[in-house]
């Protein structure tokens, strides 16, 4: 069972404008949820993160909106730069227990 | 901060052959995960562990898979018998348990290939 998902395989955006990644989930205890990114042949990387209690984290150009009664939350980049270009994936835990992971999604940023 | 270690980086192999992984976690971690990651797929939880405990292992850890801990250092995944459907990235991560969310640190991984 696929508790968290990313519908969205790959994102194509402009340079210089807002990139928008997805992500669903299903289990109702998830409390803590987490972006990371990763390039190729490398592990992933933390991004920014956002607990149940909160529904908006900024962190510089990135910001991650969780809406706890649509189990769905959202990263925003703003403005979009070529080094932006990973592979995006959303995870989220329960009582600090082992993260799940998305299938994640390939956002490119055209210059 | 070094980081987490993760060796080899690059492992081929033949079906049938025994292959071992070594992870260094981040020296002040208390916790150590193995997660796999296939192509077009998010890592998938393997197993973790607290100081030297294995605390939980996924289904998808087979009899052939063990992972070890000895001290609560470093921590070895072993693979006996490969099949060709364990090619996969073999990620490690570390995190420091208490007072609030876990974040996990991972490696760079180790790309198995089972010819």
């Given amino acids: 069972d696929q508790q968290v998902k990313q ?61 706890k009664s649509a189990k769905h939350l959202s990263l925003h980049i703003v403005p979009s730069q070529p080094g932006d270009s990973a592979v995006y994936f959303c995870a989220a835990s329960a009582g600090a227990q082992k993260l799940v992971f998305g299938q994640g999604t390939r956002l490119t940023i055209n210059p | 901060d070094t980081g987490v270690s993760q060796n080899p980086r690059h492992k081929i192999t033949k079906r049938g052959q025994n292959v071992t992984f070594r992870c260094d976690p981040i020296s002040e971690h208390n916790r150590l995960y193995w997660y796999r990651q296939t192509l077009g797929q998010g890592p998938e939880f393997l197993t973790y562990f607290q100081n030297e405990a294995q605390l939980e292992k996924s289904r998808l850890l087979s009899d052939r898979f063990s992972a070890e801990r000895p001290k609560g250092s470093f921590s070895t995944l072993e693979i006996q018998r490969t099949e060709q459907g364990d090619s996969a990235m073999y990620l490690c991560a570390s995190s420091r348990v208490g007072g609030g969310n876990e974040k996990l640190f991972f490696g760079s991984g180790t790309q198995l290939s089972v010819l």
């Fill in chain 1, 7 to 67: 519908n969205s395989p790959s994102l194509s955006v402009q340079e210089g404008r807002i990139s928008i990644l997805n992500c669903d989930y299903t289990n109702s205890m998830f409390d803590y949820f987490l972006w990371y990114k990763k390039y190729p042949a490398e592990g992933p990387t933390f991004l920014i993160s956002i607990s149940s209690i909160k529904d908006k984290n900024e962190d510089g150009r990135f910001t991650v909106f969780l809406n």
